[in-house]
T-cell receptor, first 114, second 113 residues
Framework: DTEVTQTPKHLVMGMTNKKSLKCEQH?????MYWYKQKAKKPPELMFV???????INESVPSRFSPECPNSSLLNLHLHALQPEDSALYLC?????????????FGPGTRLLVL | GENVEQHPSTLSVQEGDSAVIKCTYS??????FPWYKQELGKRPQLIID?????GEKKDQRIAVTLNKTAKHFSLHITETQPEDSAVYFC????????????FGGGTRLMVKP
């Protein structure tokens, strides 16, 4: 399996809802990433997990809560989001956390917050 | 931190022509520069990358050049085809804290048949 998968593909939620995004890879990669991408903008890094531990948090609001239950799975828990959080959420993975290791992106979850 | 500027923001070429997209970066310690292609509604996909110990890299119709002194790198696509139409993002490794990428603003390339 040479792909990063993400579910759901689309998600609509209200500002009081709690939802989770899921990302999975079976390439044996030990680094996983969450990015946020607004329309016509580049991806912006949110979190980096390295060997199942959170290594980087790019000052993301606490209403976004990442979790890495095992080396293949990465979740992003969402709670009390704002309409401006509507975006495409991309997961990526790389073989390890070292510089220059190719990051492979999932197809993304398109989130709409009402 | 790293800052990456990308130009032009849109580029329209005729099929068969060449396309060049340029990026500049601010952190002289950056040493890894990938290029991603993102078609509408799809995931970013790596098309080519270059490390700072190399000045040029080529893969069929795609090439990337790096000028470390001037801190800029460019993507060259020759013999463009309609399927090359997409948004292209350059990126640079941000700092010493792992494999963090900073992306340029993107270039929307349109190849007219």
């Amino acid at each position: 399996d040479t792909e990063v998968t993400q579910t759901p593909k689309h998600l609509v939620m209200g500002m009081t809802n709690k939802k989770s995004l899921k990302c999975e890879q079976h390439m044996g990669h030990r680094a996983m990433y969450w990015y946020k991408q607004k329309a016509k903008k580049p991806p912006e890094l949110m979190f980096v997990y390295s060997y199942e531990k959170l290594s980087i948090n790019e000052s993301v609001p606490s209403r976004f809560s990442p979790e890495c239950p095992n080396s293949s799975l990465l979740n992003l828990h969402l709670h009390a989001l704002q309409p401006e959080d509507s975006a495409l959420y991309l997961c990526a993975s790389s073989q390890g956390p070292l510089v220059g290791e190719t990051q492979y992106f999932g197809p993304g979850t398109r989130l709409l917050v009402l | 931190g790293e800052n990456v500027e990308q130009h032009p923001s849109t580029l329209s070429v005729q099929e068969g022509d060449s396309a060049v997209i340029k990026c500049t970066y601010s952190d002289s310690a950056s040493n890894y520069f990938p290029w991603y292609k993102q078609e509408l509604g799809k995931r970013p996909q790596l098309i080519i990358d270059i490390r700072s110990n190399v000045g040029e890299k080529k893969d069929q119709r795609i090439a990337v050049t790096l000028n470390k002194t001037a801190k800029h790198f460019s993507l060259h696509i020759t013999e463009t085809q309609p399927e090359d139409s997409a948004v292209y993002f350059c990126a640079a490794r941000k700092d010493n804290a792992g494999n963090m990428l900073t992306f340029g603003g993107g270039t929307r390339l349109m190849v007219k048949p």
